[in-house]
Structure formats: C-alpha cells, structure tokens
C-alpha cells in the first residue's frame, strides 16, 4: 500500500482525537509527545490525498491544550505541592525538584507571560496548569493567557508545518515517505537540543540558588 492510498483512508476524527488528546494530557502535567503530534498532524493535513484538515488539526490542538491545562490547574490548585511530589518520583528525568524550582521561579518572574509562552517551552507546557493553580493564580487571568498562547501556538506551529509539507510534496511527490521520515526526525532532533538547552537553564538556575543557600 503506497502513502496516498493510505492516507486516504485514514479518518480525520481519530487524527484529530489523537492530536488533541495527547496534547491534553501533557498539559495535565504528565510528559507525552505533545508537540510531536501537532507536527505528525499538521504534516498529514499538508498530503494532498489526505482528507484530514489543517484547521482541524489546529483546533484540536487548541481545545487539548486549553482544556488539558485547565485540567491541570484544578488538580494543581487541590493538591499543591503534593502533586508535584508524585509527578517528581513518577517522571524524575523530566519533573524533578529541580524543574518544578525553575518552573517556579519564572512563573514568579513573569506571570500570566509565563503560561503563555510557556506553551513553546516543553517543561512549562507540561506544568503550567498544575503550577498556576498551585500557585493560587486567579483562573480568569490563567485562562486568558493560556487560551491566546494555546491558540498562537497551535495555530502558527500547524500553519508553519502544512505549508512546508505542501512545499516539499510539490519537490518531492515521489519520495513522500521519506520527507515524512526527515521531517519526523529532524523535529525530534530540534525538540531533544531545544531540552538540553532548558535543562542546561535548570541546572544553572539550582547551581545559583544553592550558591546562595550557602552564603546565607
């Protein structure tokens, strides 16, 4: 079976389930490849024998972004600390005490402009929720931020990736898959080296603070 044929008959509900649902539970606070969903979504949307739409794809992402955060913010404004304890010891490569630290502190730094461009950044998407109810923000100021960073996010990244693949496809219709297998990769790559970039940040930020615990 060659890509058009299948493409074809993939339905755009699942799709758009899938792109949303991810996204929604990372937002929650748990770490799944959101943003690769988005990029694998919109990337399907650019194919033209795929019937599945690129304001579809975008609107998924919006609504599982907004909706997982607002998830997030309830159980983050119920139990506080505690989850993030739980969340430490269940992912603690990706939510350590040290992550949870630096999340804090730019959400002391910059507020409402933390959840918004927190949706960029792979660790403040997964905790701004929790974190912003933690932190007994008041929701209506946390929901406009995330609803306007959650639908600059979803719908530029969608536009930028379905214009691309629509480009590529013209240059190389006969190497689909491939395009597919670069673009796939190259995206993990950039998200792998955008990580160790934050999580350099991080270590950075406790090396600084312990520094100073000690000097007091």
């Not at 959400?107 to 974190?131: D, E, H, M, S, T």
């Not at 979803?154 to 013209?170: K, S």
């Amino acid at each position: 079976m060659n890509l058009p044929h299948l493409l074809e008959h993939v339905p755009p509900t699942l799709v758009y389930l899938l792109v949303g649902g991810l996204i929604g539970i990372e937002s929650i606070g748990i770490p799944v490849p959101g943003e690769t969903a988005l990029i694998t979504g919109a990337l399907i949307a650019a194919h033209p024998a795929s019937p599945v739409s690129p304001a579809g794809i975008a609107l998924a992402a919006f609504l599982g972004a907004v909706i997982g955060d607002s998830i997030g913010y309830s159980v983050g404004r119920r139990l506080g600390p505690r989850l993030f304890d739980r969340l430490g010891r269940r992912f603690p490569k990706h939510l350590s005490p040290s992550h949870v630290a630096y999340a804090e502190h730019l959400f002391a730094k910059y507020g409402a402009g933390a959840v918004f461009w927190g949706r960029f950044v792979a660790l403040l998407r997964i905790l701004a929720g929790p974190l912003a109810g933690s932190l007994r923000m008041p929701y209506p100021r946390f929901l406009a931020a995330n609803a306007a960073g959650g639908a600059f996010w979803a719908g530029g990244l969608t536009w930028l990736v379905f214009i691309m693949g629509e480009v590529a496809h013209r240059w190389i219709a006969n190497t689909a898959w491939i395009f597919l297998l670069v673009v796939i990769v190259g995206g993990f790559l950039i998200s792998r080296r955008l990580h160790d970039s934050f999580q350099h940040r991080v270590e950075e930020f406790t090396t600084a603070q312990a520094a100073a615990t000690r000097h007091e």
